[in-house]
């Protein structure tokens, strides 16, 4: 088992800058890839950014690759997520994900059975 809790949302201007940290507890954490999903009103989730378990690797969809960058700290259990030059179509609840199945980056939101409660990013213009 694994909970998850994010923090450090809030409101930004366009072009700014944010990072969003990611507590875990449980044994098995740094045992998981982890990821981000993030859910604007009316869409559908949409998978954000992935690490494995050394943080080693990563993967992005192009929508945020080069503004994005996903990191952990496994003595702290800890995910984090940096956002730079912020766009209003960021805009959305971001949620931290423990893998449990499927191939490291999958955007399948069935692949993921560990969820936070989202953290609410809003970028202005």
């Not at 930004?12 to 740094?30: D, E, M």
């Not at 800890?78 to 766009?87: A, E, G, R």
Request: glycine share 12%.
């Amino acid at each position: 088992q694994v909970q998850l809790v994010e923090s450090g949302g809030g409101l930004v201007q366009v072009g700014g800058s944010l990072r969003l940290s990611c507590a875990a507890s449980g044994r098995s954490f740094s045992s998981h890839a982890m990821g981000w999903f993030r859910q604007a009103p009316g869409k559908e989730r949409e998978f954000v950014a992935a690490i494995n378990w050394s943080g080693s690797s990563t993967y992005y969809p192009n929508s945020v690759k080069g503004r994005f960058t996903v990191s952990r700290d496994n003595a702290k259990n800890t995910v984090y997520l940096q956002m730079s030059s912020l766009k209003p179509e960021d805009t959305a609840v971001y949620y931290c994900v423990a893998q449990t199945r499927g191939f490291f980056g999958s955007r399948r939101t069935s692949d993921y059975d560990y969820w936070g409660q989202g953290t609410q990013v809003t970028v202005s213009s």
